[in-house]
Every structure is written in structure tokens, then in C-alpha cells.
């Protein structure tokens, strides 16, 4: 079993800025891809960004410029800095990984969601 853990949601005026982190633990051999989604009211979860184990990272067309993914090997962990942040960018943000685990299987998993509210 993997486990993912989000942290660092919360209520930001327009403009503002925060930093989710998401640390990954169980059954785990490597992880390949993490990344975050997210999901607005009444909106279907879409793509923010992805990073893989090397470093190569991937961004939504409305984030690009703003948002920054990264990532910790060693501890399993990703992250995004999140800058001049928008009422738009209002939703659950939910953190992914594609993880090779201990029993040599491929999962996809996901964490439970923190919330991210950005107004005045």
C-alpha cells in the first residue's frame, strides 16, 4: 500500500502565493511520475503539472509562468510554489504518483485533496 499526504492549502488574496507539498510512503520501490490535478465546483479534475524521477516537468497552458513543480528523491516528496495566484485557480488540488512498489507492481495513486481558495 502507498500512501500520499498533502499539505499547504489554504484561503490567499489575489496575487498571493502558496506552497502544497505532498510526501509519499508504504510499499514503495520508485516513483516515476507525481504531479498534482485539480478540481474545481461543477469542473471536471484536470492536469496542473507533473515532474518525473529526472526532473523533466510538464504544465498546464494557465499555470505555466506562475506555478513550479519539484520534487524530493530521497524523501518522496513534491511540491508546488504557486505565485500570482488567481480566484481561477480555486480548487481541491490533489496530489499523483505513478509508483513501482516493493511486490514489483505498477499503481497509480492519489492523495486526499487540500483545498485552495484564492480571494479578496
Known amino acids: 500500500q502507498v500512501q500520499l499526504v498533502e499539505s499547504g492549502g489554504g484561503l490567499v488574496q489575489p496575487g498571493g502565493s502558496l506552497r502544497l507539498s505532498c510526501a509519499a510512503s508504504?510499499?514503495?520501490?520508485?516513483?516515476?511520475?507525481m504531479g498534482w490535478y485539480r478540481q474545481a465546483p461543477e469542473k471536471q479534475r484536470e492536469l496542473v503539472a507533473t515532474?518525473?524521477?529526472?526532473?523533466?516537468?510538464n504544465y498546464a497552458d494557465s499555470v505555466k509562468g506562475r506555478f513550479t513543480i519539484s520534487r524530493d528523491n530521497a524523501k518522496n516528496t513534491v511540491y508546488l510554489q504557486m505565485n500570482s495566484l488567481k480566484p481561477e485557480d480555486t480548487a481541491v488540488y490533489y496530489c499523483?504518483?505513478?509508483?513501482?512498489?516493493?511486490?514489483?507492481?505498477?499503481?497509480?495513486?492519489w492523495g486526499q485533496g487540500t483545498q485552495v481558495t484564492v480571494s479578496s
Open positions: 515532474i518525473t524521477s529526472g526532473g523533466s516537468t
Open positions: 499523483n504518483a505513478l509508483v513501482f512498489t516493493t511486490t514489483r507492481e505498477y499503481g497509480n495513486y
Open positions: 508504504g510499499s514503495i520501490r520508485m516513483i516515476n511520475v
